[in-house]
């Protein structure tokens, strides 16, 4: 097995007794200096520098993350079969669905779902013009145009690497589309120590990308300085410009193992990056999820919708709304009750076996 990916994960990969090979890395959109791609550019380019691996490799399948478009072209290009990989939750829309990233949840009535059906003509049209874009990529590497729409999405097999019951239902799913539950992996680390006591434990789990002035972190921090709770915070390895007051019943640490350290917790407090939301409940802890951008406001409301949780927005991640959305966690036994079944139904459904057999079956076919 083989895994292009960026440098900076190949002691990672390799750790895993797989074969790394290194993937392009571009610049984003051009700027005055004119250096840079734009995405389809970059696309094309990664399809093209891909080749040679392809034919060294000579795969029966590639697996291509739902983002990585040019994995996909020189996937076609070389008449390789190929999967995408899903790591969140299905993004495609669906009638009556609030557009996917929005911070909206899955209206309660006909009104509301009268008035997102009422808006898919421009979903719609911005789906259509990324088709175009995509067919303008395919067409100068010679493969030829797509009708549907979303044709980044392997039509053979998209692997959807979230739990079930984050998913809204639709009235009907492609075939080639497989729930698998969470794909989750993390970096190996050692045990860290936890607040002396035997109060609940509340972790902090930032986003290892957004929210630099760790407004979130800080707010946890002293909203829970008082609370009848320990907490255990970590920067993951992104200092704050200005120094966190660490109150007398909470540890902050650089880096921790979610996997080590969730099982324990009573609640989870996190930016509500998919990989923390279902690894807190892969370990049957709810979350309060203070979304800063992107797919994290989608996250939140899918947390709680499902029950497994409650969603704080942005507005009210104060060291007050937080101690409150951490009180409402703890005092309503619903949400841990609902974050127990989602670990029950992962302990039964192991994601890796199912997205492998998954692929073993495609390769079959």
Same mark, same amino acid.
């Given at each position: ?69 040019? !994995? ?236 497994? !949780? ?56």
């Amino acid at each position: 097995m083989w895994l292009q990916t960026w440098d900076r994960w190949h002691e990672d990969v390799e750790r895993e007794d797989v074969h790394f090979a290194r993937a392009p890395e571009y610049h984003g959109v051009p700027g005055d200096d004119g250096e840079g791609l734009k995405p389809y550019q970059a696309a094309v380019r990664t399809a093209e520098e891909t080749a040679p691996l392809l034919d060294e490799v000579r795969p029966d399948a590639m697996v291509v993350d739902i983002l990585t478009v040019g !994995g996909a072209l020189a996937a076609e290009v070389a008449g390789c079969r190929w999967a995408t990989l899903v790591p969140h939750v299905l993004p495609t829309p669906e009638p009556g669905f609030a557009p996917y990233s929005s911070g909206a949840r899955l209206p309660r009535t006909r009104f509301g779902r009268d008035l997102w059906i009422a808006l898919d003509p421009v979903v719609r049209r911005g789906a259509e013009r990324g088709r175009d874009e995509l067919n303008g990529a395919r067409e100068r590497l010679g493969l030829p145009a797509l009708k549907h729409l979303h044709g980044g999405v392997s039509r053979e097999l998209a692997l959807v690497a979230t739990f079930p019951q984050l998913e809204y239902p639709r009235s009907s799913w492609h075939p080639s589309m497989r729930v698998t539950g969470p794909l989750i992996w993390e970096r190996p680390f050692g045990e860290v120590e936890t607040p002396a006591g035997d109060a609940p434990l509340v972790l902090i789990a930032p986003s290892t990308s957004q929210d630099p002035e760790q407004r979130m972190l800080a707010a946890a921090l002293e909203g829970l300085a008082n609370a009848p709770v320990r907490v255990l915070a970590t920067t993951n390895r992104r200092a704050p410009a200005e120094p966190i007051a660490v109150p007398a019943n909470a540890r902050l640490v650089d880096w921790l193992s979610y996997e080590r350290s969730m099982p324990g917790c009573a609640a989870v407090v996190c930016h509500a990056g998919h990989g923390t939301v279902v690894r807190a409940l892969a370990s049957g802890v709810p979350v309060v999820a203070c979304p800063a951008t992107g797919d994290m406001f989608e996250n939140a409301q899918r947390v709680a919708w499902a029950g497994a !949780g409650v969603s704080l927005p942005r507005r009210l991640t104060t060291p007050r709304g937080i101690a409150l959305a951490v009180q409402k966690v703890l005092s309503d036994s619903s949400y841990a009750r609902r974050a127990g079944e989602l670990r029950e139904w992962a302990n039964r459904h192991d994601g890796r076996e199912l997205a492998a057999d998954a692929l073993e079956e495609l390769v079959r076919s």
